[in-house]
């Protein structure tokens, strides 16, 4: 993890998102290798560029990632989750620092954290129980 993802994590206060996306990662590859094929060559194309320069958010940059990412494994939609726990549709782009899960359109598949605030409520995180994987 390199200083500039970690303060970005602070200032927007999220938790780490990488180890969520390698889930996702993992997942696709045995769902759908042609668009883990497709995941991969854009995470080196579009994230690890974008990192490696001094001009981009990192966090920013991972967050739209993993907003691209989810919808390979499941079609959905981006939702934010406020401190009461309540879901409403994500603007685009997404808020960063706010908790943002995909819900698939498929009810019975669980939907995926694609950002976690470092201090979420106890509401966020029982929605994220309830929804998520």
């Not at 991972?62 to 726990?85: D, F, H, K, Q």
Request: proline letters at 9%; glycine letters at 6%.
């Amino acid at each position: 993890m390199s200083d500039a993802y970690t303060l970005s994590l602070q200032e927007h206060g999220l938790e780490d998102v990488q180890g969520l996306y390698r889930q996702l990662l993992r997942r696709l590859r045995s769902h759908d290798p042609a668009a883990y094929d497709e995941a991969v060559t854009r995470y080196h194309e579009e994230v690890e560029a974008a990192v490696e320069s001094s001009d981009a958010d990192p966090v920013e940059v991972w967050v739209r990632y993993g907003v691209w990412l989810a919808p390979r494994l499941a079609p959905g939609s981006l939702m934010t989750i406020a401190e009461n726990g309540r879901a409403d549709p994500a603007p685009d782009p997404p808020p960063l620092g706010a908790m943002l899960i995909h819900l698939p359109e498929d009810t019975r598949t669980r939907g995926f954290v694609i950002a976690m605030p470092a201090e979420a409520t106890p509401a966020q995180r029982e929605t994220a129980a309830l929804l998520c994987e």
